[in-house]
Nanobody
Framework: QLQLVESGGGLVQPGGSLRLSCTVSGFTMEYYAMGWFRQAPGKEREGVLC????????NYLDSVKGRFSTSRDNAKNTVYLQMKNLKAEDTGTYYCAASGWPYCSTSVSAFGSWGQGTQVTVPS
């Protein structure tokens, strides 16, 4: 059974850092792109970053450039989202998702499997 489980969320002060993890089971993520998305209260889900099968990253969100990065450890079937210099506007539920393709797509529909999300709260 395919399962994605995010962890590492929490409450962090502005300017702080967090590293989210997404561990995949029932699926070998080595050959597929993995994405990170987030949803703030009252807002639509938005793409944050994606990492392709080859390790190339795609940034979906200008506001996180230079602050967020993603990496993958295929041996651990885990993908990471490193977040630095966090701001109040980064508050939301963060989701990882597995694509059905090896490359990153701008279409959310390319990501067929999703985790349950982990909450990140940065107070203003």
């Amino acid at each position: 059974q395919l399962q994605l489980v995010e962890s590492g969320g929490g409450l962090v002060q502005p300017g702080g850092s967090l590293r989210l993890s997404c561990t995949v089971s029932g699926f070998t993520m080595e050959y597929y792109a993995m994405g990170w998305f987030r949803q703030a209260p009252g807002k639509e889900r938005e793409g944050v970053l994606c990492i392709s099968e080859s390790g190339e990253t795609t940034n979906y969100l200008d506001s996180v450039k230079g602050r967020f990065s993603t990496s993958r450890d295929n041996a651990k079937n885990t993908v990471y989202l490193q977040m630095k210099n966090l701001k109040a506007e980064d508050t939301g539920t963060y989701y990882c998702a597995a694509s059905g393709w090896p490359y990153c797509s701008t279409s959310v529909s390319a990501f067929g499997s999703w985790g349950q999300g982990t909450q990140v709260t940065v107070p203003s």
